[in-house]
Nanobody, 120 residues
Framework: QVQLVESGGGLVQAGGSLRLSCVGS????????MGWYQQAPGKQRELVAT???????IYADSVKGRFTISRDNAKNTVYLQMNSLKFEDTAVYYC??????????????WGQGTQVTVSS
């Protein structure tokens, strides 16, 4: 019923920037938090950043000062601006949404993932 479509990944040199986007569509009453998670080969999926519906943010220590999460509630869209990229940022990035219905019941949705590769 809900789809999250990610875009913006790609290959970038160390020190460069990328901007990821994730657009939610379908049967959405309200999205509470949205976030970005990364999963590198052989590692667990880890939180990169989250943003509440009111704009409060949480970042992983490894990306503080380099990445910025933002959202457009009217468009059900979340962004991740990634600056000063490092090789260690190389991973598949997944968008997540905490979707609430009219009774505040929660469903979790994930995007398909977008590859970010940082080269030296």
């Amino acid at each position: 019923q809900v789809q999250l479509v990610e875009s913006g990944g790609g290959l970038v040199q160390a020190g460069g920037s990328l901007r990821l986007s994730c657009v939610g569509s379908g049967s959405i009453f309200r999205i509470n938090a949205m976030g970005w998670y990364q999963q590198a080969p052989g590692k667990q999926r880890e939180l990169v950043a989250t943003i509440s519906s009111g704009g409060s943010t949480i970042y992983a220590d490894s990306v503080k000062g380099r990445f910025t999460i933002s959202r457009d509630n009217a468009k059900n869209t979340v962004y991740l601006q990634m600056n000063s990229l490092k090789f260690e940022d190389t991973a598949v990035y997944y968008c997540h949404a905490d979707v609430r219905d009219r009774y505040n019941r929660r469903s979790d949705y994930w995007g398909q993932g977008t590859q970010v590769t940082v080269s030296s």
